[in-house]
């Protein structure tokens, strides 16, 4: 028995370095991800700005921050880690710096204006509009909220969300899902080592159990002679 009890440590034991082993090798390949993901924010110069108090601006302003922040939070229901929000690393390479990134862009693009041209007088629904320029204010609408018949509407939604907006806010979505795995790659590194780390001992346990253990040493005694 103590001999098996013995193999089964010396299995767990290497089953718990398999394990550590598994758990260093993702936390190395998280890490590399991180690094790269956060190069690529700063080649591009994908930044955020704060205030010599710290606290997030946009275009100067700490009111338009808060409406970005409001539209992230109220609007879209993100649950943003304040900790990711680092004025001290403005370089947006974490989820909540991506889609308050994101956020930024939509919200100009959704109070965004625009001037449609009509080369001539065009009616729709009964109502003529003459040719000339005609300025356009986005109340809010996203991509699918405009009437795409309406002579000014509807030449109005590609200009103002134009598909450079759509790919920055396609690349910005990238970055936030690319950032979430890493986290989620870095909690399975914390699992494989907590696990490795719990059969390591366990199995360390038995083997120094068994070997403090020493079977018993057979006693003969020598049968009594009768007369």
């Known amino acids: 028995m103590i001999t098996r009890l013995k193999g ?7 089953l718990g370095v398999a394990f550590l082993a598994a758990g ?8 590399e991800g991180a690094e ?16 010599e108090e710290g606290q997030l601006v946009d275009r100067g302003e700490t009111a338009g921050a808060e409406a970005i922040m409001a539209l992230l939070t109220d609007e879209w229901g993100y649950p ?3 900790s990711e929000l680092d004025p001290n690393d403005p370089v947006v390479n974490t989820a909540s710096e991506y ?20 080369p001539e007088a065009v009616e729709y629904n009964g109502e003529t ?4 320029e005609y300025e356009f204010v986005n109340d809010g609408r996203y991509w699918v909220d405009f009437d795409r018949m309406h002579p000014i509407e509807g030449a109005a939604r590609g200009q103002i969300w134009s ?9 910005l979505g990238v970055g936030t899902v690319t950032a979430t795995a890493l986290q989620m790659g870095l909690a399975l590194a914390g699992l494989f080592a907590g696990i490795g780390f719990t059969i390591l001992v ?10 403090a253990e020493k079977a018993p040493v057979p006693v003969f005694r020598p049968a009594s002679v009768t007369a």
């Open 163 to 171: 598909g450079t907006a759509h790919a920055l806010v396609g690349e």
């Open 202 to 211: 366990a199995g360390a346990g038995l083997i120094w159990a068994t070997a």
């Open 129 to 132: 509009f003459a040719a000339g």
């Open 36 to 51: 790269s993901l956060s190069a690529f924010s700063a080649a591009q110069n994908v930044t955020l700005t704060y205030n």
């Open 80 to 82: 943003v880690v304040a």
């Open 8 to 14: 089964l440590g010396i299995v767990l034991v290497i």
């Open 24 to 31: 260093g090798f993702a936390y190395l390949k998280t890490q």
């Open 99 to 118: 889609m308050y990134q994101m956020a930024t862009i939509t919200y100009h693009t959704l109070h965004g204006s625009t001037t449609v041209v009509l």
